[in-house]
Structures are given as C-alpha cells and as structure tokens.
C-alpha cells in the first residue's frame, strides 16, 4: 500500500530552519519523482520543489530558490526539504507527493510550518 508521511514542520522564528521529511512506503522513492508543495488557507496550492527520478532537483518558486534545498536518501526511502533563511510568508502546510504536478497520484497528510516572532 502506498504511503506518504510527511515530519518536521513546527514554529521557527524568521531566519531560522527546518527539515521536512517525507517517508515513503509501498514504493521506492529512488524510482519516483517526488514533489513538495504547500498551501494556506484561502489559497492554491503551489509547487514548491521537485526531486526528479533524474537525481536533478528543480525548484518550482523564485521565492524559495537559494533557501529551500531538496536531499533524496534512498536507504531511507525518504526526501527531505531543508528550509533556511525562513519568511513569514513561508507559513503553510507543506505536503509531499508522488509526483511533482497537481496530477500527482499519493499525497501525504501535511505537516504544518509557522514562521513567527
């Protein structure tokens, strides 16, 4: 069965960091696309990074270029979205999915990241 979980999301003050992670099961992240995307309330949704099948990376937002790096361990089945240099408008619950398009098959649960003073 497949399954999408994603962790790490919490309250960070502006400048400051966190990693999200998005634990994969009933398939192999290594043979996926994996996209993480986020959105608040009254919103779209918006594509924020890509970890291709490739082993390429893409970022999907000018905004978070230069900040938001994606790493892929393979052992772990896992991505993970390191976040640096946080905003307030960064605030959203960040989801990961199988797929990096809104035509994505699995999506995980969201994990909530609040940027605040």
């Known amino acids: 069965q497949v399954h999408l979980v994603e962790s790490g999301g919490g309250l960070v003050q502006p400048g400051g960091s966190l990693r999200l992670s998005c634990a994969a099961a009933?398939?192999?992240?290594?043979?996926?696309?994996i996209g993480w995307f986020r959105q608040t309330p009254g919103k779209q949704r918006e594509g924020v990074s890509c970890?291709?099948?490739?082993?390429?990376?893409?970022s999907n937002l000018d905004s978070v270029k230069g900040r938001f790096t994606l790493a892929r361990d393979n052992a772990r089945n896992r991505v993970y979205l390191e976040m640096n240099n946080l905003k307030p408008e960064d605030t959203a619950v960040y989801y990961c999915?199988?797929?990096?398009?809104?035509?994505?098959?699995?999506w995980g649960q969201g994990t909530q990241v609040t940027v605040s003073s």
């Open positions: 009933g398939f192999s992240v290594r043979g996926s696309d």
């Open positions: 970890a291709r099948r490739s082993g390429d990376f893409t």
């Open positions: 999915a199988r797929g990096c398009s809104d035509y994505a098959t699995d």
